[in-house]
C-alpha cells in the first residue's frame, strides 16, 4: 500500500513540476516578447523623441551613428589586400597616368610614374551609410581612411631638369560615394559609379622628396605637383564628376549616370575694392581668374596699377550639379618677370543662387579657402560681381555637352600637333572656355563650333599666352606670331578678342 501511494505520488510531483516549468517558459516568453517589442518601438524613436521622453535626464551617452560599422569587411580586406593592392596599381597607372599628362602644368615636359606599388597596410572603411535606396540604384557613402606604406616615384623631367620624386608618408582621408546600376541578370550590377564627395573635402596628406637631388633643381615643383593633384581630385574625381565603370559588358546603357551640364551661370564681374598691394614700386596690376571646374577657367582682362579696378566682364560657365558645385573666384597679380601672384581667393555656392534671378553679391577675398594653414588673416579686400544662374532643358543641355566635346578633342588635336603641352596650357592661353556651350563659347575657326575665341591659323597664337608662360618659367620667353580675330559673343553686342597681351579672352 505504501509502494502504490509514494508511486501515486511521486507520479502527481511530476505532472505539478512539468505544468509549473511550462507556466514559467510561457511567463518569460511573453516578457522577452514585450522586452522585444519595446526595443523595437525605442529602436525607432530619434534623438528628438527621446529628448522629449526623458527631459532634463536625458543621457549624453546615448548616440545616433549615421554610418554603420564594417569591422568584419576590413577583417576581410585586410586578408585580400595583396590580390586587391596589385589589380588597383594596375588600374591606377592605366587611368591616372593620362591624367597626369593632361593636367600638367606649364614648364614640365613629361609627368608619369617610374614606380607604384600601394605597400602592405590595407585601407580602413570607418563607416557604410546608405545614402539613397531608388528603383534600379543603390547609393552608398563610404568612410574610408589609409595610411598606408606605399612607394611611389613620379619622373618629372622638365626643360631645366630631370629628376625623380617620390611621394612619402602618403594619407588619405575621405567619403567615396558609390552608386550601383542594378539589372536583373547576374551579377545583379550593370554598372558602378565611383566619386569622392566635397563634403567632407578630400585630404590627401604627403611628403615630397628628391631621389637622388634636390627639389630646388626645377624651381616651383613642389607647388606644381600640389596644384595638379588638388586640380586632377577637383575636376575628375569629386562629386558630381565621377568614374562610370560599366560591369555587364559593351552593350550597357550607362548615359543616366554619367555627368551632363545641368545649366550655364552667367556671371559679371563688376569690381574689386581695397586690394591688397603685392609690388615693392607702384600698384598691383590685377586680374581675376574664375571656374567652376579648373580645366574650363577663363580670366578678365588686366588693369595696370590699380588696387580699386573695375572690370565690367561678363562670362558664361558650365554647371554640372548646382547643389554641390561652387564658382572659385581668384585675383592675381600680373607679372611680366616671374609668376602671377594670388592676391585673394572667394567662393560662391551655386545653391545660394535663385534660377533665373540676377543678384549682386560682394565677395570678401581671403588667402586661402582653406583658412586653418594661414598664418596672415590681414583684410584682402572684396570682390564684387552679379551672377545668374540658368537652368538648361533638354536640347540646350545636349548642345553644351557637345560643345565641351568639341573643345576638349580640339586641345588634344592642338597637344597631339605639339602645339601646346597639355590641355591645361590652353587655359592660360586664348582657347580658354568663355562662352557657356550653348551659343557662347570657345569657338573653333574652320569647324564652326559656337562663337568665341578663334584658334586662328596652326593655332600657335591661340597657345602664345601658355607658352610664354612656360618660357618664362625656364628663364626664356616664347611668343606666338598671329593676327587678332575676333568673334561675337551669344548674348552680347560686343566682340571678343582671340589674343590679349594678357593671355586670356577678353570680353567686354
Not at 526623458?54 to 549615421?66: A, K, L, M, R
Not at 637631388?213 to 575636376?235: Q, R
Not at 610664354?468 to 606670331?481: I, P, Y
Not at 560686343?494 to 590679349?500: C, G, I, L, R, W
Request: contains cysteine; proline residues 5%.
Amino acid at each position: 500500500m505504501g509502494l502504490i501511494s509514494g508511486m501515486l505520488m511521486g507520479i502527481l510531483f511530476g505532472i505539478a513540476l512539468m505544468a509549473g516549468w511550462r507556466h514559467m517558459m510561457r511567463y518569460r516568453s511573453s516578457k522577452r516578447m514585450a522586452k522585444a517589442v519595446d526595443v523595437k518601438l525605442m529602436g525607432s524613436l530619434d534623438r528628438d523623441d527621446l529628448k522629449k521622453i526623458c527631459g532634463d535626464n536625458f543621457p549624453e551617452w546615448i548616440s545616433f551613428p549615421v554610418y554603420e560599422q564594417v569591422k568584419w569587411l576590413n577583417k576581410q580586406l585586410s586578408k585580400l589586400w595583396p590580390f586587391v593592392a596589385e589589380a588597383a596599381e594596375a588600374i591606377i597607372k592605366m587611368s591616372v597616368e593620362p591624367l597626369l599628362e593632361e593636367y600638367r602644368p606649364p614648364g614640365i615636359t613629361s609627368l608619369k610614374f617610374s614606380k607604384l606599388s600601394l605597400g602592405t597596410v590595407a585601407p580602413k572603411i570607418e563607416g557604410i551609410r546608405v545614402q539613397s535606396l531608388k528603383k534600379g540604384q543603390i547609393t552608398m557613402d563610404i568612410d574610408f581612411r589609409w595610411g598606408g606604406d606605399p612607394s611611389i616615384i613620379l619622373a618629372v623631367e622638365a626643360l631645366v631638369a630631370s629628376i625623380p620624386i617620390q611621394l612619402k608618408d602618403l594619407q588619405v582621408f575621405t567619403v567615396i560615394r558609390v552608386v550601383f546600376q542594378l539589372s536583373e541578370e547576374i551579377p545583379c550590377i550593370s554598372a558602378v559609379v565611383v566619386a569622392l564627395l566635397s563634403e567632407p573635402k578630400p585630404r590627401i596628406d604627403y611628403v615630397l622628396k628628391a631621389v637622388g637631388g634636390s627639389l630646388t633643381a626645377i624651381p616651383g615643383l613642389s607647388d606644381m605637383i600640389d596644384d595638379t593633384v588638388e586640380t586632377i581630385v577637383t575636376d575628375m574625381l569629386q562629386w558630381p564628376h565621377r568614374i562610370v565603370v560599366p560591369i555587364g559588358g559593351a552593350g550597357v546603357d550607362t548615359s543616366d549616370l554619367e555627368l551632363k551640364p545641368q545649366g550655364k551661370l552667367r556671371i559679371t564681374i563688376i569690381r574689386a575694392t581695397n586690394l591688397k598691394n603685392q609690388e615693392m614700386i607702384g600698384k598691383s596690376d590685377p586680374y581675376v581668374v574664375l571656374y567652376i571646374r579648373p580645366l574650363f577657367k577663363v580670366k578678365t582682362k588686366t588693369i595696370d596699377n590699380n588696387l580699386n579696378p573695375v572690370w565690367n566682364e561678363t562670362f558664361e560657365l558650365i554647371a554640372e550639379d548646382k547643389e554641390t558645385q561652387f564658382v572659385i573666384l581668384e585675383v592675381f597679380d600680373k607679372d611680366n618677370v616671374g609668376q602671377d601672384e594670388r592676391m585673394g581667393v572667394a567662393k560662391l555656392p551655386l545653391k545660394d543662387l535663385e534660377a533665373e534671378k540676377a543678384k549682386e553679391i560682394e565677395l570678401r577675398l581671403l588667402p586661402k579657402l582653406d583658412m586653418l594653414k594661414v598664418k596672415d588673416k590681414k583684410d584682402r579686400g572684396t570682390l564684387t560681381i552679379k551672377a545668374l544662374y540658368h537652368e538648361f532643358n533638354k536640347e540646350e543641355q545636349q548642345a553644351a555637352l557637345e560643345e565641351e566635346k568639341a573643345i576638349l578633342e580640339q586641345r588634344k588635336k592642338l597637344k597631339a600637333a605639339g602645339v601646346i603641352g597639355s590641355t591645361m596650357d590652353a587655359i592660360d592661353g586664348a582657347a580658354s572656355l568663355v562662352g557657356s556651350g550653348v551659343g557662347a563659347g570657345v569657338g573653333l575657326v574652320g569647324t564652326g563650333i559656337g562663337a568665341g575665341v578663334g584658334v586662328v591659323g596652326s593655332g600657335l597664337g591661340a597657345v602664345g599666352s601658355g607658352l610664354s608662360k612656360a618660357g618664362r618659367f625656364v628663364g626664356r620667353t616664347f611668343t606666338g606670331n598671329s593676327s587678332s580675330s575676333k568673334s561675337q559673343r551669344s548674348g552680347s553686342s560686343t566682340p571678343v578678342n582671340s589674343v590679349q597681351e594678357n593671355g586670356g579672352a577678353k570680353p567686354r
